[in-house]
């Protein structure tokens, strides 16, 4: 019997932090997970509860340690913490929290905190560890180079639910999508294209310049080079499929716009910023969810109606930063449909792009209900070597039936979303 349990192995559920903290409690010696006599008693702090001053006036702090039950915690000097991270951050929420208590003292921290004072600081201190999970989460997930950050510095509201972070379309139930695209023989797009190249479908004018800014007028589509190309993957004809460069923030708003966007540094005028993505689902489903919708005040659902109304781009469960980016009636971004794998007009990606020089900080926001000018009949048809389907106008808004009430700010705010 013990010659068949020889290469036996059962998979752990605990994770390796979690297998150390037994080991210490045991007393184990582990050299996998380097736990041994010398450290034996080296906690992790997860997180400070509390704190007071004793009667030679030296703080302490009460502290939950990682691994282990809050019937656990103990009071510990300062001087026996190593965490200053933490000691830090609960020192900067103890002095928000007094503040908004308006309770002022002279010492920064008082003799002893009341129950309602540690009561918020230890659910500020669970949701900062709750956001962090989720923020390494997104950028285990996104397959773009741009890093995710998430801050909440206005309310407890940990990470949403039921909400799954993908980089590209998902396709609904009932839906089958075919590649249709067609490549391009040029070895270098930019100095020799052959044919019109693939930007030929907008009259042989490439969308975009040397540095990747777009340079066609909005509603007119762009056509980028694709897998079935021979150009290769640092041509200047594919700038939307390279994916979100810039570092962003989710952020939580002050003024009940719930969460936002905030790009993390400097993006120039017409530059790529992000795509909208989520299900692809018909519009008839479409018109289903949105009554769902109407009713919970969300706006998740983008018609894919460049030349005629049979998809929708639902972002409410599915979706990336997009999800999170809020309306306003002067926005910094603006939508363009683009095609890469196929050029099914019934099926654009949805691609955002600056419409002036954003600063490192400012929120990200796009306009709802985007009207453009109309654009001349000739530059609104296909090459020849692609098709010749008419382009109606950029994506729709998405979906509401509601009137909904506008917070944007902006000094041409038109009150209403919708």
Not at 3 to 20: A, F, M, T
Not at 48 to 77: H, I, M, Q, S
Not at 203 to 223: D, M
Not at 259 to 285: A, H, L, P, S
Request: glycine content about 6%; hydrophobic content about 30%; aromatic content about 8%.
């Amino acid at each position: 019997m013990a010659e068949n349990l020889k290469e036996c192995g059962v998979p752990c559920k605990l994770s390796r932090d979690d297998l150390q903290d037994l080991c210490r409690r045991r007393r184990i010696h582990c050299r996998d997970l380097q736990v041994n006599k010398h450290n034996f008693n080296d906690y992790e702090v997860e997180y400070l509860c509390d704190v007071k001053r004793d009667k030679e006036d030296e703080e302490l702090y009460l502290v939950k340690w990682k691994g282990f039950p809050e019937a656990d915690n103990t009071w510990e000097p300062r001087k026996n913490l190593k965490c200053l991270k933490l000691v830090k951050e609960f020192r900067q929420d103890l002095v928000a929290e007094l503040r908004r208590q308006r309770r002022r003292h002279k010492n920064p921290v008082p003799k002893r905190l009341g129950k309602e004072l540690t009561s918020a600081l230890v659910q500020r201190a669970k949701q900062r560890i709750s956001l962090r999970r989720w923020e390494d989460h997104l950028n285990k997930t996104r397959s773009h180079p741009g890093r995710i950050l998430v801050l909440n510095e206005v309310d407890l509201e940990g990470p949403p639910r039921d909400f799954t972070y993908i980089n590209n379309y998902r396709v609904g139930r009932g839906i089958e999508l075919n590649e249709m695209a067609l490549g391009c023989e040029c070895e270098d797009c930019g100095r020799e294209p052959l044919n019109g190249c693939c930007p030929g479908a907008s009259l042989h004018r490439t969308a975009y310049n040397k540095l990747g800014q777009v340079r066609l007028r909005a509603g007119q589509p762009i056509y980028e080079c694709n897998t079935r190309c021979r150009c290769g993957a640092d041509c200047p004809n594919r700038v939307v499929q390279r994916g979100i460069q810039f570092d962003m923030c989710i952020f939580k708003t002050p003024n009940g716009r719930g969460w936002g966007v905030r790009t993390m540094q400097r993006i120039k005028k017409n530059t790529f910023v992000m795509e909208y993505v989520g299900e692809i689902i018909t519009t008839d489903e479409a018109e289903k969810r949105g009554h769902l919708y109407d009713r919970q005040g969300s706006t998740y659902l983008f018609d894919l109606d460049y030349v005629e109304d049979v998809y929708t781009v639902d972002a409410a469960h599915q979706g990336n930063i997009s999800h999170f980016v809020n309306h306003s009636c002067n926005p910094n971004l603006q939508v363009y449909n683009v095609f890469i794998e196929n050029i099914d007009e019934r099926l654009p990606r949805i691609a955002l792009f600056s419409t002036r020089a954003i600063p490192a900080g400012e929120e990200l926001t796009f306009d709802y209900k985007m009207q453009i000018d109309p654009v001349d009949t000739e530059s609104t048809r296909m090459d020849s070597s692609f098709s010749l389907a008419p382009l109606s106008s950029i994506p729709s808004s998405p979906k509401k039936r509601l009137r909904v009430e506008c917070r944007c700010g902006s000094d041409s705010c038109r009150k209403y979303l919708f």
